[in-house]
């Protein structure tokens, strides 16, 4: 079992103080759950049409939540950087297929815990509560209007400077052209976008 001490620990415990005040004692919980998994560049951490079991919170690394269609074009929905969860929620709540497939892109290492277990050990802890739903409402609702807004009144050089803004280091990290298939746009429209800059 991991340590409340470990590192790894202390920054999935930060990140969720970022949410909600949360004892030591009630977050201690959560660490019997915990698997500390390493990942690999291209390695799958779910696969587009598996019904997700855990969820992920990624300590070094990148991680990205994708779809490809039937053209074998790659869409990038989401971004997982380092002190961050990721995963299908959709799907975990639900028990059906994940819409999108969740890759490591640049590798690391990762804590891994089943959903099912996760939640159990939230609804017996009154500030676990708290935490939960601060979290939801800030990724599910909050940040996905943003996103919606962007998409629908931002230029395409506007998205990218928010992009910028949220994800500063992110263009020496990943490749180009998962940054413009985030954005919307072509590696090419992206390119001069960076050079009007």
Known sequence: MISFDHPYSQLFYKYVNSFATVSQSSFEAFL??????????????????QTARNIFFVCEGILVSQWMDDEANVYIKNFFVEG???????????????????????????LEMNYKRYKEVIYGHEDLKNYYIANLEQNWIIENERRQISFAAESATERYISFLNRYPKMPQRVPQWLIASYLGITPTQLSRIRKGL
């Open 32 to 49: 019997p759950l915990i698997g500390i998994r390493d990942v690999q560049k291209g390695e799958n951490i779910i696969y587009h049409g």
């Open 84 to 110: 961050h969860l990721a995963g299908s929620t959709v799907s975990m709540l639900t028990d059906t297929p994940s819409g999108f497939g969740v890759e490591c892109v640049v590798g690391g290492a990762i």
